[in-house]
């Protein structure tokens, strides 16, 4: 199942590496999805926008950009155009020596912590395939946190959401194909909030079975007292980001154990 650990451990090294490339604060934004609202949002994803209970939110590299965090500049690609040879040769400037293993590479021989970074792209930037091996694309991200090249990853998750569509249309198991559900609710929370709407009122309208999410009860209110009142602005949600839990004593050179 391609979904993304709300709390996950990480050694102090690959935390200074992820600190530095300054991808950190993406995943401490990370709170609990719905997994009903992240599927509708996938099946009417499309063209740079989606519908979630009659809601129309804008998905682009730019909204993308604002809700992770992430810098919108650097090389702009799909996973889908990364060669195997050219990502090895690239990632073996760094002085690592690599063994092949099917389409990619065996994990054990990135070494630590690049190993260890290897789990975290897998299970929070690129959510797809299996984790025995190092794909390609997850390969040359390893060398972007290396700081050796730049990539647009709020272009490249863009595309990442648009390619799990695509396999959602085809699915037998929709649960296999699913992924970036804490993106998706952060980009659905972004666009609530330019409609006055908040997460929570998304939720009370799917748990009471409504089709279409109207205006929230405050925002109706006002309007009724005042035919042209001021914006009035609706509290925010009051559950708490899931953050990443640091271990405060951990050999750098061992692998983590799974996350929950």
Not at 119 to 136: A, E, K, L, S
């Amino acid at each position: 199942m391609r979904r993304e650990p709300l709390v996950m451990e990480v050694s102090d090294r690959a935390r200074e590496i992820l600190v530095r490339a300054r991808w950190i604060s993406y995943f401490t934004r990370f709170q609990r999805p719905s997994e009903e609202i992240t599927i509708e949002f996938l099946q009417h994803l499309k063209n740079g926008q989606s519908m979630v209970r009659g809601r129309r939110i804008i998905v682009s590299d730019a909204v993308i950009a604002e809700v992770s965090g992430m810098l919108a500049k650097g090389e702009v690609w799909s996973k889908k155009n990364i060669m195997l040879h050219d990502a090895v040769e690239i990632f073996r400037d760094a002085g690592q020596e690599l063994t092949k293993k099917g389409k990619g590479i065996q994990p054990s021989s990135l070494g630590e912590p690049w190993g260890e970074l290897a789990r975290f792209v897998h299970r929070y930037i690129t959510c797809d395939g299996r984790q025995d091996v190092v794909r390609p694309h997850q390969l040359k991200l390893l060398v972007v946190l290396n700081q050796k090249f730049t990539v647009n990853l709020p272009s490249l998750l863009n595309s990442l959401l648009h390619d799990t569509t695509d396999r959602i249309r085809w699915a037998q198991r929709r649960d296999i194909v699913v992924s970036h559900r804490c993106l998706i609710r952060l980009i659905v929370s972004h666009n609530l909030a330019q409609q006055n709407l908040t997460w929570n009122d998304l939720i009370m309208a799917l748990e009471s079975g409504q089709g279409f999410l109207a205006q929230s009860s405050a925002t109706l209110e006002l309007s009724q007292q005042n035919p042209v009142p001021k914006r009035k602005k609706i509290a925010p949600s009051k559950s708490r980001p899931h953050k990443l839990r640091w271990p405060a004593k951990l050999n750098p050179v061992q692998s983590m154990p799974e996350g929950p």
